[in-house]
C-alpha cells in the first residue's frame, strides 16, 4: 500500500483516498520528482498501477516549458521560481492533477482537490485555467468545482478567462454541451456568462455572431442584462447600422432599461451624423438624461460630419441656455469638424469666438489651419494664424513657418510683392525664434527674391541658414545661381559659386551649365570655356546643353573653328547633339559665309554618320532631338539665298513640306528675298502666293524685299499697289520705302503722285528725311515745277532737315 501510494503520488494522478493535508509536503514531494532523472525512477512505478501518469497515453500534462524552472540547481528557492513563471506552484499541482484524468475518474480529481477548497480565489482560478486550456471539458468542470467552494464566487476576470478557451478562434459559437453543463450547475452563471460573451464579440465589432449568442441568450430563457443592451447599441452604431440599433433600442427600452452616458452619447451622435439632430433629442428626453457638455461636443460632432454647420453653431447656443459652458474640447471637435469639410470661413468665426472665451487650439490643429488657408491662397490670414499662435502661447514651430514660405514660394507662377512680404515677415519670425527653413525653401524662398530683384537679400538667407547649422546642397546653390545669371548679375553668380566649392558642396552639370551659359550670353567666353574644362577635368561630363551654349557663343563671336573642334569632341565623348546644336552650327556657318560646311552639317544631322553606334544612341532619345525644324530649315534657307543658290533653297523648302515641318514666315520671307535679289520676281511672287496659302501674313521685311525688286524693274505702279497693300495689312513702311517710292515715281515723272505719298508719309508718323526732301524737289525741278521746288526747300529748311550742298 505505501508502494501504491508513492507511485501514485510520483504519477500525478492524485487518486489518493487520503491526500496529504500539509503543502509543504506536496511542494517537497513536487520537487523531489521533478529534479529527478527517469532512471531513478525504475523499480517505483507499480505496473498494477491503473493510473501511471507516464503509462497513460490520454494524459496531457503541463508541458516541459512550463516547468523549466524546476530542473534549475541555482540556490534560489521554489517560490521565486514559481514567481519567475507567473503561475503559482499550487496552479500548477491543480493543473496537472486535472490534466492527468481521463475523464472518468472526476471524482478522485475532486478528492485531491479538497485540499485547496481554502486557497481558491480569482488569482489561482484564472492560473488553473489558462494551464488547462488545451482540456476545455475538464476546464469547465474545475470551474464548477471552483464554483461550488463556500467563500468563493466567480468574477468576470475568471468567466473571460474560461471564455477565452472554449472559444475555437475558427469564429465557431462555443459548444453547447459545456454551456449546458454550467447551466445545470448554476444558471446565473451561465446567464452571466453568455452576456459577457455578447458583450465581448461587441467590443471586437463582431456584431453577427452577437447576435447569434443574443438569441442562444433568450433561447436558455434568460434576458439580456443592461451593460449587453447598451454594448449591442454600441456595436450596431459602429457598423452604420442605425436602424439595427434602434430596434435593438426598443427592446431595451421595453425591458424597463435606460442607456447609460457613453452609450447615449454614441446614439444622439449617430443621429446627428445622418442629419437625425431633431430625433437625437426627442431621444435624450425619453431617456430623461440629463444634458451636459460632453453629450452636446457628441452632437456637434455629428452635426458637422453631416455638414450642418449652422445647426452645430446653434448647438453652442442651446448648449448655454441648457447652462452647459463649451470648453476647449467642444470648440476642437467644431473648428476640426469644419476645417475637414473646407468651410473656411465659419472656422475663422469660431476661432475669434473661442479665442475670446480663453479656449485655445492645440499646436497640431493651428498648423492644419495654417495649411488649409495657404492651400486656399489665403496666405494673409495664414499669416495672421502665425500672430495668433503666439498670442494663445503657442509658439509656431518649423511646420508652421515652413509651410507658409513653401506655399507662397512653391510654386512656378510668382507670388506678388505683397504676398512676398509676407513670407518675408514670417521669415523674419522665424529666424528670431530659432527656427530654420528646409532646403527646398531655402531655395523656392531664394528663387523668389531673386526675381524681384532681391538678390543680396537672397544671398543673405542662404548665409544665416548656413549660420544655424543648415548646409545648402546643389540644387539650392544652382537655383540662386540661375536667377542671377537671368537677371544679368553674373558677377554675384560667380561670387557664390566660388563660395558654393569652399563650402565643398560640388556642383553638377546644371550648376556648371548654369554659369556657362550665362557667362556666353555675355561675351565672357573665355570664362566660360575655363569652367567647362574645370567640370570635365573634375569628372562632370557636360551635357548637350552644356555643349550647345559653349558652341553657340564662338559662333556668335565668329569663331567657327571653335565651334567645330567643340562639336568633334561633343561627338567623340558620345553626347548626343540636339536639333538646337545643329541648327546653330548651320546658322553660324551659313552667317560666316561657309554655305557648304553648313550643307555637311545639315547632311550629318539626318544620317548622324559620324557618332558611333548612333542607333544605340538614338534609342535613349527623341527622335525630335535629330530631326531638323523650322529654324533649322530657315537659317540654311537663308544662307543659300544670301549666296543666291536661291535654286538649292526653294528645293529645301519643298523638302521641308514633305517632311511634315509646316515653313513659317521667317522661312517665306528669306526665300523671297532672296528671289527678289536675284531678279527672279515671278518665283518672288509664287513664294508669296504660297504663303498666303499658309496662312501666313506678309511683314514689313517681306513687303520691303518685292518693292525692291520692283523699284529696280521700274515697275512703279505694281509697286505703288504693294505699298498699299502693305498699309491695309498695318504693315508700316519705313523712310527708305517710302523715299525710295517717291524717287521712282519722280524719275518716271509722277510728280504729283510722289508729292502725295510724301504728304501721307507725314500722316502716317514716318517724317521725310534729307534724301526724300531732294528726291523731291529733283523731281520738281525735271517737271519745271520750279515755284513747288523752292517752295519745298523752305519747308524743308522749317522741319530742321537741313539740305545738303
Known sequence: MRKRLFNSLLSYSKSLHFPPRNPQLNRIIFQFISTSSPANLDGLIDPDDPFPLQNNPRVEPVSAQDFAFLSSDSGTSTKQKVNARKFSLDAVLIANTILSDNGELWYRTQIFLRQFRGSINEKLVVEVLNLVKMKPDLAVKFFIWAGKQSGYSHTVNVINSLLDLLESGNDDPIPEKFLLEIRDDDEVILKKLLNLLIGKYCKNGLWNMALEELGRLKDFGYKPSRVTYCALVQVFLQADRLDTAHLVYGEMSDAGFRMDGYTLRCYAYSLCRTGQWREALALIEKEEFKVDTALYTKMISGLCEASLFEEAMDFLNRMRADSCVPDVVTYRVLLCGCLNKGQLDMCKIILNIMIAEGCYPSLGIFNSLVHAYCRSGDYSFAYKLLKKMVKCGCQPGHVAYNKLISSICGNEELPSSDVLELAENAYSKMLADGVVLNKINVSNFSRCLCSVGKFEKACKIIHEMMRKGFIPDTSTYSKVIAHLCNASKVENAFLLFEEMKKNGVVPDVRTYTILIDSFCKVGLIEQARNWFDEMVKGGCAPNVVTYTALIHAYLKARKVSKADELFEMMLSKGCIPNVVTYTALIDGHCKAGQIEKACQIFARMQTNAEIPDVDLYFKEVDNEAKTPNVYTYGALVDGLCKVYKVKEAHELLEGMSASGCKPNRVVFGALIDGFCKAGKLD??????????????????????????????????????????????????????????????????????????????????????????YTAMIDGFGKAGKIDKGLELLEQMGSKGCAPDS
Do not use: W
Not at 504660297?690 to 523699284?711: A, C, K, Q, V, W
Not at 498699309?727 to 523712310?735: I, M
Not at 517710302?738 to 502725295?756: F, P, V
Open 683 to 772: 518665283e518672288a511672287q509664287e513664294v508669296f502666293s504660297e504663303m498666303l496659302e499658309h496662312g501666313y501674313d506678309p511683314n514689313t521685311f517681306i513687303y520691303s524685299s518685292l518693292m525692291n525688286r520692283l523699284f529696280k524693274d521700274k515697275r512703279m505702279d505694281l509697286a505703288l499697289k504693294v505699298l498699299f497693300k502693305m498699309l491695309e495689312n498695318s504693315c508700316t513702311p519705313d523712310v527708305i520705302i517710302y523715299t525710295e517710292m517717291i524717287d521712282g515715281l519722280c524719275k518716271s515723272g509722277k510728280t504729283d503722285e510722289a508729292y502725295k505719298l510724301m504728304l501721307m508719309m507725314e500722316e502716317k508718323g514716318c517724317y521725310p528725311n534729307v534724301v526724300t
